[in-house]
C-alpha cells in the first residue's frame, strides 16, 4: 500500500464520524497533510523540475486531498485549497508552497476553532517512558532514526536531529502524526494512547536534540522574561520560537523551554490549577476506597491550596467562570459529606476538573501586560477599600456632627492602625502565604462574623437615635464623657475590624497577583495601588462634605440602614469562608450565581444566615420604632406647654 492511497483512504474514512469528531478529526487531518506539504515538497520539485516521480504524485495527491475536505467550508478555505493545487500542479517554488499552505493551515486552525496544545503542561519524563515504549525500536535511543527495526523501511524513520526536523517541527505537527500515523509507512496511528499522553510523547520528541548533552538542569535554566502561553510553546518550530523570543540561533533559551518546557514556562497559576486537579482525582480514589474522611479532606483542599490563592486572577479573566469553580468544588464536599453514590462524586469531580482546564485556557489567553497590571492592581483597593471605608465614613460623619473631635481621634486611630497591620501584612507576604488557605479562611470568616455583632449593635445605636425625642433626651441626659468614651471606643474597635478585614483581603490578592505581573510591569502594578489610594481619598472627603448637609436625625437614620446593609452582606461572606475552611457544610442550590460584591453564594447556609440578619434586622428596628412612639406622643404637649 502505498503512502498516497493510505492517506486518501483515511481521508474518506473520516468522512464516517459523527458530526463534531468529525469535524475535529478532517481539520487536523488537513493540517496534517498541509505540514507535510510546506516541509516536505522538496523532496518533489526543485527550481521547477520534478526530482521525484513518487513524492510529486503524494504532492498532488496531498493537495487534491485537502480541496476535496475543504469543499463544503468554502470561502477563503476552498479558494486556497484551489490555489495551492494550482500551484503544485505548476510545480511553483518552495517558498511559495510553504506559504500557502501554511498560510491555509493557520486559516483551518481558527476556522474549526482547533486545539494547538494540551490542556496541561507536559510531563516530559512520561513523554520519554512512552518513548521507549512505543518509538524507540524504530527511531533509536536518541532518536536518531537508527532503531534495531529501522533497517529496511521505506522510507526510514525520522531522524530528529536533522536540521529540518529539529528546527521545523514542532510539538503540534509531531502530536498529529502521532495521532493521526502516516498510512503507506511503518508510522501507525497510536489511537490507544491518551491525549495527554500524545502530547507528552510529542513534546519529549522535539525535545530530543538537546538530549545528548544537557545544557544545564531545570533549576539553572533561563527563564523567557515574558510568559508563554502553552499553545504557543506547542505550535511553533523551533524557528519561530527563535523570532518570537527575538533569540539568536543556538540561544540557551530554546534549549531550556524543550528540555523543561513545564519548569520553564508554565506561569506560577497553572501551578496551582495543577494541584488542584491532582488533588480532586486524588479525592474520588479515597473516596471509591470507602474513605470519605481523607476524601473530604483532599477535595477541600484542592479549592484552599489550587484555587483561592489565585481567585483574584481568575476573577480578572472570566468572573462568573469562578463562580461555576467554587458551586461545583462546594458541590464534590457536599457529595461526599452526603455519603453520594460514587458516580455523583466522580460526576461532579469531571466538572470541576473541567472547569480548572478552562480556567488555565482563560488564564493563558491573556498576559498581565501593563494596563492590565495597572486595572487589576488599582480594581483591588478600590474594591476591598470602599467597602471598609463606607463604614468609616459614615461613623466620622456621626461624629463629627455630635461634635466630638476626641472620639474622632479614637475612630481615626483604629482605620490608621489596621491599615499599618495592612502594610506589614504586605512586607510579610512570604510569611503569610506559608499559612494554610484553611487558616486564612477562618480568620476572614470569623472577623467578618465578629464585624456582624458590631454592626448591628452599632447600627440600632444609631437608629435609636434617629427620632428627634430620642435624639433630643439622648444629648440633654445621655452624653457624658464616660459614656461617649464608651461608645467611641466601640466604634473605633469596628473602624479597625472593618479595615483590617478588608486589608487582609487585600494583601492576599496582591501577593498573588504581584507573582504573576512581569518585571517590566512592576511599575504599573504599583501605580494602580497609589491611584486607587488617591482615588479613595477624593471619594472620602466628598463623602465627608456631602454628610454635612444631611439633619443629625437623618443622618442617624441612614447610616443605621447602610451599617445594617453592611451587617447582612458580611454575614453572607463570613459563613462562606467558614464554608471554605471546611468548618461549615455546604449545601449547594440546583443554580450556579454569585454576587460576591452582596456577599450572596448558591448555597443554604449563607442564605439562610443573611435572610436570619436581615429578619434580626426587621425585629429591631420595629421593637426600636415601638419605643419611640411614646416620646412622638410627648412632643404635641411639650410643645404646648412651650
Not at 222 to 245: F, G, I, V
Not at 250 to 268: D, F, I, K, N
Amino acid at each position: 500500500m502505498t503512502k498516497k492511497i493510505g492517506i486518501w483512504m483515511m481521508a474518506l474514512g473520516l468522512l464516517a464520524l459523527p458530526a463534531q469528531a468529525g469535524a475535529d478529526a478532517n481539520a487536523r487531518m488537513m493540517v496534517h497533510l498541509l505540514d507535510y506539504l510546506a516541509v516536505d515538497y522538496s523532496m518533489a520539485v526543485d527550481q521547477g523540475q520534478i526530482i521525484s516521480e513518487a513524492e510529486y504524485a503524494e504532492m498532488q495527491e496531498f493537495s487534491l486531498t485537502i480541496r476535496e475536505m475543504t469543499a463544503a467550508s468554502g470561502g477563503d478555505l476552498q479558494s486556497d485549497a484551489a490555489l495551492l493545487q494550482e500551484l503544485v500542479a505548476k510545480k511553483a517554488p518552495r517558498t511559495k508552497i510553504a506559504s500557502v499552505a501554511n498560510s491555509l493551515k493557520q486559516k483551518i486552525i481558527n476556522h474549526y476553532d482547533l486545539e494547538v496544545g494540551p490542556k496541561r503542561w507536559p510531563e516530559i519524563q512520561n513523554g520519554a517512558e512512552l518513548y521507549k515504549l512505543h518509538c524507540q525500536a524504530c527511531h533509536g535511543p536518541q532518536g536518531k532514526g537508527k532503531g534495531a527495526m529501522a533497517e529496511g523501511l521505506e522510507p526510514a524513520p525520522t531522524n530528529f536531529h536533522a536540521p529540518d526536523k529539529a528546527q521545523g517541527l514542532s510539538p503540534f505537527q509531531a502530536y498529529n502524526t502521532i495521532r493521526l500515523g502516516v498510512e503507506g509507512t511503518s508510522m501507525r496511528a497510536f489511537d490507544e494512547l491518551s491525549d495527554d499522553e500524545v502530547w507528552d510523547l510529542a513534546f519529549y520528541v522535539i525535545s530530543m536534540q538537546y538530549r545528548d548533552e544537557l545544557p544545564f538542569a531545570a533549576a539553572e535554566a533561563p527563564r523567557p522574561e515574558t510568559p508563554l502561553k502553552l499553545s504557543q510553546l506547542a505550535s511553533l518550530d523551533n524557528k519561530e520560537l527563535q523570532e518570537k523570543l527575538k533569540l539568536e540561533a543556538g540561544a540557551p533559551l530554546l534549549a531550556a523551554l524543550r528540555l523543561y518546557p513545564t519548569e520553564v514556562g508554565r506561569r506560577p497559576g497553572d501551578a496551582y490549577i495543577a494541584k488542584a486537579i491532582d488533588l480532586i482525582k486524588q479525592s474520588v480514589s479515597q473516596y471509591e476506597n470507602d474513605a470519605p474522611g481523607p476524601a473530604r479532606t483532599s477535595a477541600l483542599t484542592a479549592y484552599l491550596e489550587g484555587v483561592e490563592p489565585i481567585e483574584m486572577q481568575l476573577r480578572a479573566h472570566n468572573a462568573p467562570l469562578v463562580a461555576q469553580i467554587e458551586s461545583t468544588m462546594g458541590g464534590m464536599r457536599s457529595a461526599i459529606e452526603k455519603e453520594a453514590a460514587p458516580a455523583l462524586v466522580q460526576e461532579r469531580a469531571t466538572q470541576s476538573i473541567e472547569l480548572l482546564q478552562e480556567a488555565q485556557q482563560s488564564m493563558e489567553a491573556d498576559s498581565f501586560g501593563t494596563g492590565l497590571a495597572f486595572m487589576l492592581s488599582s480594581s483591588i483597593i478600590l474594591r476591598e477599600g470602599l467597602e471598609a471605608f463606607l463604614v468609616i465614613i459614615t461613623i466620622l460623619g456621626i461624629i463629627r456632627a455630635m461634635k466630638l473631635p476626641r472620639a474622632a481621634r479614637w475612630v481615626h486611630l483604629g482605620w490608621l492602625a489596621a491599615l499599618a497591620s495592612g502594610v506589614g501584612l504586605w512586607f510579610a507576604a512570604g510569611q503569610l502565604f506559608t499559612f494554610t488557605g484553611a487558616q486564612r479562611e477562618l480568620m476572614e470568616g470569623f472577623i467578618a462574623i465578629f464585624a456582624v455583632g458590631v454592626l448591628l449593635y452599632v447600627g440600632f445605636w444609631m437608629h435609636s437615635k434617629s427620632q428627634a425625642g430620642r435624639w433630643q433626651a439622648y444629648v440633654k441626659e445621655k452624653i457624658q464623657t464616660l459614656a461617649r468614651r464608651e461608645n467611641m471606643l466601640g466604634l473605633a474597635l469596628l473602624s479597625f475590624l472593618v479595615v483590617f478585614r478588608e486589608a487582609f483581603e487585600s494583601v492576599l490578592f496582591l501577593s498573588a497577583l504581584n507573582l504573576e505581573v512581569a518585571a517590566g510591569d512592576q511599575w504599573a502594578f504599583t501605580s494602580g495601588i497609589v491611584a486607587a489610594f488617591i482615588a479613595l481619598f477624593v471619594i472620602s472627603v466628598l463623602l465627608l462634605r456631602y454628610s454635612k448637609k444631611i439633619p443629625i436625625p437623618k443622618l442617624f437614620k441612614y447610616s443605621a440602614m447602610v451599617i445594617s446593609f453592611l451587617a447582612v452582606i458580611l454575614a453572607g461572606k463570613g459563613i462562606h469562608a467558614l464554608q471554605e475552611a471546611g468548618s461549615v457544610s455546604i449545601s449547594v442550590l440546583p443554580a450556579h450565581f454569585s454576587i460576591d460584591a452582596l456577599g450572596i453564594y448558591a448555597t443554604w447556609e449563607t442564605l439562610i444566615a443573611q435572610a436570619a440578619i436581615l429578619l434580626l434586622v426587621f425585629i429591631l428596628w420595629n421593637v426600636s420604632q415601638r419605643k419611640a412612639l411614646p416620646v412622638q406622643k410627648q412632643k404635641p404637649t411639650a410643645a404646648s406647654q412651650a
